[in-house]
């Protein structure tokens, strides 16, 4: 394809660049209002006005002398391109985003300066006189909000009539800067007082997780009604169609293969849907908002104690959605040890595929709520324990200290909030009839036929699943369970996450029954155990295939020896088997030694 018909989107983090390119493409680029959101190149071909581009999406860089990993791929395609360059730039960083700007019309590009968030600026009593930038800066210069069709009209208009410009950028642009620009007042209020305060922020995150758990899993929240709601209109279903399969005299192989295998394991998923909404709510509204970043100052102080600096958290966080989009995110982080300590701690965060089998868990115990918040301090607590040992084995490198400016607080657009939600409902609903299906469908047709390849009848003690959890049903014994199901469940979980799930209720059709202690060790053990083949994979391909593997032995270990210890915690409470169990922790972590 021709260069020219190349447009390459550039600028500062958090400029609304990847706004832009779903403007242009029709894409669904992630957005938030915090810096770092765009971690690698995102391209997709689009029509404007009756003509073919190649529209891409670059990672921001405040500067064409980058220095984390992120910024040198972005530089690296802006230096090199000869297509144009549609750069983007938030109206309040106007004078530092110009300096680009000029160094790329001097080195010859084609540009076109898209300058955005245009009506907040001047609520706040900022003020640019486009007239005078446009020639000063002789390329094209549109702006206005490109949140809506007319702004992002203006950009395509701006591309379909752009020419080559003879005449160079003046020479008296930032002589003339003070005529230009003038910058908005800016007042800290209440909410940025309590938010970048270190004594009220960690209060205040924890009170927002509160409220979002009790909304998902709490007796009065919205989540758990919803939920059960769906969990009956799916069993009436199932048992209609169970119904006329019997009527009909189907094979009762097929029957089960039908009512058990596919629909009351993909329903019993799909059933946890709004928890995950609820989640995934939460979650955009405290990206679009722009609390991440406060998030990340406020952590800066902590992390640095791991080697890590604040932009930690935005990798971090989008392990809520997916663990390996988390690791794939750490890639722009400044060296291999940080994403190291990333991929060590994602196995921590609830990704979206966790959500399901915790809450379905969480419904055997008395208190589901307050069970799963249990779970949850726990995985941090474990978390920051495993992580500041990998530090104190490997040591600190020399770290880059947290540079970002804080964008205001902005209330979400319904548009954006909506749409961040479709996009989540729309993967999860994927992922059920994908990988899900194949999994519900393998495990019962596993549990259907005997290792000699004949129909088992119903009778489970005869199935390959059975002697294959048979096998390893050794895992669970220290945590008070016998039953081989509950350990091929946690191997199903490592193809997919939502597979422990969907194995559990096809080999318990009528639920678990388990005391109080071994739910919550075995649920802490799911929460936190090797990530999925996916997030394996694109670690291997990130850091190398040596430390992946070390690294899915270590997270085998230690949630295994933490569930244990949770379990004699309750059980037995005998400190000396604790003491024990951690000094074993502590050697294998030696032994392992993970280093580059």
Avoid at 124 to 151: H, M, Q, S, W
């Amino acid at each position: 394809m021709n260069n020219f018909n190349k447009i390459i989107i550039a600028g500062m983090p958090n400029a609304g660049k990847s706004t832009v390119f779903n403007g242009l493409t029709g894409g669904n680029a992630k957005t938030g209002n915090w810096h770092g959101v765009t971690t690698s190149t995102l391209s997709k071909r689009a029509k404007i006005m009756g003509k073919e581009y190649t529209v891409y999406d670059l990672p921001g860089a405040y500067s064409l002398k980058p220095t984390t990993l992120e910024e040198k791929l972005a530089v690296k395609e802006v230096v090199s391109t000869n297509g144009i360059i549609l750069y983007v730039i938030e109206s309040v960083t106007l004078p530092s985003a110009l300096k680009n700007v000029v160094n790329l019309l001097k080195n010859g590009k084609k540009v076109i300066v898209a300058v955005n968030m245009v009506n907040e600026f001047t609520k706040r009593g900022g003020k640019i006189d486009f007239a005078k930038l446009k020639t000063l800066l002789n390329c094209p210069v549109v702006y206005g909000e490109f949140n809506t069709r007319k702004g992002i009209q203006q950009i395509k208009n701006a591309i379909i009539n752009y020419k080559p410009l003879l005449t160079p950028v003046s020479e008296n642009l930032f002589n003339n800067l003070s005529l230009i620009y003038r910058a908005p007042t800016y007042a800290q209020g209440r909410l940025d007082a309590l938010t970048l305060n270190a004594k009220t922020a960690v209060p205040i995150f924890f009170v927002l997780v509160f409220i979002t758990f009790y909304l998902a899993f709490g007796s009065y929240g919205i989540g758990v009604p919803v939920s059960d709601f769906l969990g009956n209109v799916f069993e009436n279903f199932n048992g209609i169609v169970d119904a006329f399969l019997t009527k009909n005299s189907v094979n009762p192989f097929l029957k089960n293969v039908v009512v058990l295998g596919v629909l009351n394991a993909l329903s019993g998923v799909f059933s946890f849907l709004p928890q995950t909404l609820i989640i995934y709510s939460a979650l955009c509204l405290l990206e679009e908002s722009g609390y991440m970043s406060r998030l990340a100052y406020v952590s800066e102080k902590l992390l640095a104690k791991t080697g890590l600096n604040g932009r930690a958290v935005f990798s971090i966080f989008i392990g809520f959605g997916c663990t390996a989009l988390s690791i794939g995110a750490s890639g722009g982080l400044e060296n291999v040890k940080s994403r190291k300590r990333v991929a060590l701690i994602s196995a921590f965060v609830p990704c979206s595929a966790k959500i399901p089998v915790i809450s379905y868990l969480s419904s055997f115990s008395r208190a589901p709520f307050l069970f799963i918040t249990t779970v949850y301090l726990l995985g941090v607590v474990v978390g920051l324990v495993e992580l500041k040992i990998f530090t104190t084995v490997t040591g600190k490198e020399k770290r880059l200290p947290l540079v970002i400016e804080l964008p205001p607080y902005r209330i979400p657009t319904l548009k954006n909030y909506v749409k961040s939600l479709l996009i989540n409902a729309k993967g999860f609903i994927i992922r059920i009839c994908t990988v899900i299906f194949i999994i519900s469908l393998s495990v019962n047709l596993l549990s259907s036929v005997t290792v000699n390849l004949t129909y088992a009848n119903g009778d489970y003690s005869k199935s390959i699943i059975y002697a294959v959890g048979n096998a390893i049903k050794f895992i669970t014994y220290p945590i008070g369970i016998t039953d081989g199901r509950l350990a091929s469940s946690l191997l199903a979980g490592i193809f997919a996450k939502e597979g422990v799930l969907s194995t559990l209720i096809t080999l318990y059709p009528n639920g678990l029954t388990l005391t109080s202690e071994s739910l919550l060790a075995l649920t802490f053990f799911v929460y936190a155990y090797v990530p999925c083949v996916t997030a394996l994979g694109v670690l291997s391909a990130e850091i190398g295939k040596k430390f992946t593997l070390k690294l899915a032995l270590l997270q085998l270990i230690v949630p295994l020896l933490a569930s244990y210890y949770i379990y004699a915690f309750m059980v037995v409470n005998a400190v000396k088997i604790i003491t024990v169990i951690l000094a074993v922790l502590l050697l294998i972590i030696k032994l392992l030694r993970i280093k580059k």
